[in-house]
């Protein structure tokens, strides 16, 4: 059973160009989460999805950043006109469907995109 | 709104001693805690989940406890080796997805 897997490790963009990060979940997980650590910080909590559905992007940033998790396929991070500010490494983790009136899933997280803005 | 917070930033320790990385959270409705070990430029490997019906979990030489009710967790780690090396994030899910410490930079020392 394959992990989290992410790709491109690392990308490298010009200013003003668009990058798209993948991830697909392990076998049998529905749920995925992006994440984005910023150099000497903490994982911050960006969208959470399910198959076709966004569940919670209150950590999106307003503008340039959108996630989609079609029926098929990986999940895609994009941000559209990149600036150096974005210079990150984003994270994607995956977990199965809960059960009914069990929360206490484990989360396990892809290698991750480091992404460099130049 | 959840914070939570990993104290010390960094520990520098020689090889075989015993330490403890703590960590705090500020709402105690949590589901599980998660301590996490990330090795420079990689992605995270979970160490330990913790349910909020649990008091601890053991793997190895990893011993983590919590007690939600002060908001707390330490991480135990016996006989420190050099491949310990790492930074450890702790991390709990409640109502939001899981939220992050910075983190401990543990340099243990041959």
């Known amino acids: 059973n394959a992990g989290v897997m992410q790709n491109p490790r690392h990308l490298v963009r010009r200013r003003g160009q668009e990058a798209r990060l993948r991830c697909s979940p392990m076998?049998?997980?529905?749920?995925v989460y992006w994440y984005r650590q910023l150099p000497e910080e903490g994982l911050k909590f960006m969208v959470y999805?399910?198959?076709?559905?966004?569940?919670?992007e209150s950590g999106m940033p307003k503008e340039r950043f959108s996630a989609e998790f079609p029926k098929e396929g990986p999940s895609i991070l994009r941000i559209q006109q990149v600036v150096r500010g974005d210079s990150a490494a984003y994270f994607c983790?995956?977990?199965?469907?809960?059960?009914?009136?069990?929360?206490?899933?484990?989360?396990?997280f892809g290698q991750g995109t480091r992404l460099t803005v130049v | 709104k959840q914070e939570v917070t990993q104290i010390p930033a960094a520990l520098s320790v020689p090889e075989g001693e015993n330490l403890v990385l703590n960590c705090s959270f500020t709402?105690?409705?949590?589901?599980?805690l998660q301590w996490f070990r990330q090795d420079p430029g990689k992605g995270l490997t979970s160490l330990l989940l913790?349910?909020?019906?649990?008091r601890e979990q053991t793997s190895g030489r990893l011993n983590a406890s919590l007690d939600k009710s002060s908001g707390r967790s330490t991480l135990y780690i016996a006989a420190s080796q050099p491949g310990d090396s790492a930074t450890y994030l702790c991390?709990?899910?409640?109502?939001?997805?899981?939220?992050f410490g910075k983190g401990t930079r543990l340099s243990v020392i041959a």
């Open positions: 983790a995956s977990s199965p469907i809960p059960s009914a009136g069990l929360m206490n899933t484990e989360a396990f």
């Open positions: 076998k049998g997980h529905s749920h």
């Open positions: 999805l399910q198959k076709e559905n966004i569940i919670d």
């Open positions: 709402d105690s409705a949590i589901y599980n």
């Open positions: 913790i349910q909020s019906s649990q």
């Open positions: 991390a709990v899910s409640g109502n939001t997805p899981l939220v």
